[in-house]
């Protein structure tokens, strides 16, 4: 399978901001062991830290990297953000990874089926969301 521009997608600051910050630094790491080229939005987190902006300002930066990529991985959790990036993304027609099986279809090949970073990415979508709710 060829490499892929993948923009994760999931919560910040619902929940634990520590804990989805590192969720798509997991992420990130297992999509660059599979060879793809991950955008991850969260690693501006120490940026907003020290040079503060208003949401709707980093979210017109995080709409216009989703729109150079050409997969979504949607991380689990409630999040206004991860959702308009996903509503977005279905307008471009770029897909949107929600489950293993979506995962398997659009970023993995054969030969990775059986490695650690799909075990990590399954997992990632595998927590349950907030409400009690499966992917």
């Keep these: 399978m060829n490499s892929r521009r993948v923009f ?6 619902l ?3 520590c804990e989805n910050v590192r969720r798509q630094h ?9 060879g ?3 955008f991850v939005p969260l690693l501006s987190h120490y940026q907003q830290i020290i040079h503060p902006v208003h949401w709707e300002e980093w979210m017109k930066w995080d709409l216009e990297w989703l729109a150079q990529c ?7 959790g409630r999040s206004k953000g991860a959702d308009i990036e996903c509503v977005r993304a279905k307008e471009l027609l770029i897909p949107v990874v ?4 979506e995962l398997i279809e659009h970023l993995v090949d054969d030969q990775q089926c059986q490695r650690y970073p ?18």
């Design 8 to 13: 994760i997608s999931s919560p910040y600051t």
């Design 15 to 17: 929940g634990d901001t």
């Design 26 to 34: 997991d992420a990130m790491a297992a999509l660059l062991m599979m």
């Design 36 to 38: 793809h080229f991950p």
């Design 70 to 76: 050409q997969i979504v991985l949607r991380l689990p």
């Design 98 to 101: 929600t489950t293993r099986a």
């Design 118 to 135: 799909l075990r990590v990415l399954s997992d990632l979508l595998a927590e349950i969301r907030p409400g009690g709710i499966e992917l």
